[in-house]
C-alpha cells in the first residue's frame, strides 16, 4: 500500500508560481509511475502531467512550458513546479501513484486527498 499526501496549495496571483509536493509512505514511490490530476468546481477530472519511475513525464497541452514535474526517489516525493499561473488553473490538485505513467484516471490505484489551488486575476 501507499499512502500519498499533497501539500503547497494556498491562493496566488495570476502569473505567480506555487510548488506542490506529493510524499508517500509506506511503499517507495521508486517503482512507480506519479500523475498529477486537477478538479475545477462543475468540471471533469483532468490530467495535468505525469512522471515515470524513470522520469520520463507527459503533459497535458495547457500547462506544458508552464509546469514541471519532477522526483526525488530518495525522499519518496513528487514535485509539480507551477509557474504563470492562470485563472483556468484553479482546482483541487491531486496526486497518485500507478504501475506505469498513464493519462487517464482509471490507470491509477493509490490517490491522495488534494490540496486547493486558488489563482486570482
Known amino acids: 500500500q501507499v499512502q500519498l499526501v499533497e501539500s503547497g496549495g494556498g491562493l496566488v496571483q495570476a502569473g505567480g508560481s506555487l510548488r506542490l509536493a506529493c510524499a508517500a509512505s509506506g511503499r517507495t514511490f521508486s517503482n512507480y509511475a506519479v500523475g498529477w490530476f486537477r478538479q475545477a468546481p462543475g468540471k471533469e477530472r483532468e490530467f495535468v502531467a505525469a512522471?515515470?519511475?524513470?522520469?520520463?513525464?507527459i503533459y497535458a497541452g495547457s500547462v506544458k512550458g508552464r509546469f514541471t514535474i519532477s522526483r526525488d526517489n530518495t525522499k519518496n516525493t513528487v514535485y509539480l513546479q507551477m509557474n504563470s499561473l492562470k485563472p483556468e488553473d484553479t482546482a483541487v490538485y491531486y496526486c497518485a501513484a500507478a504501475s506505469g505513467i498513464a493519462t487517464v484516471s482509471e490507470e491509477y490505484d493509490y490517490w491522495g486527498q488534494g490540496t486547493q489551488v486558488t489563482v486570482s486575476s
Open positions: 512522471i515515470s519511475w524513470s522520469g520520463a513525464n
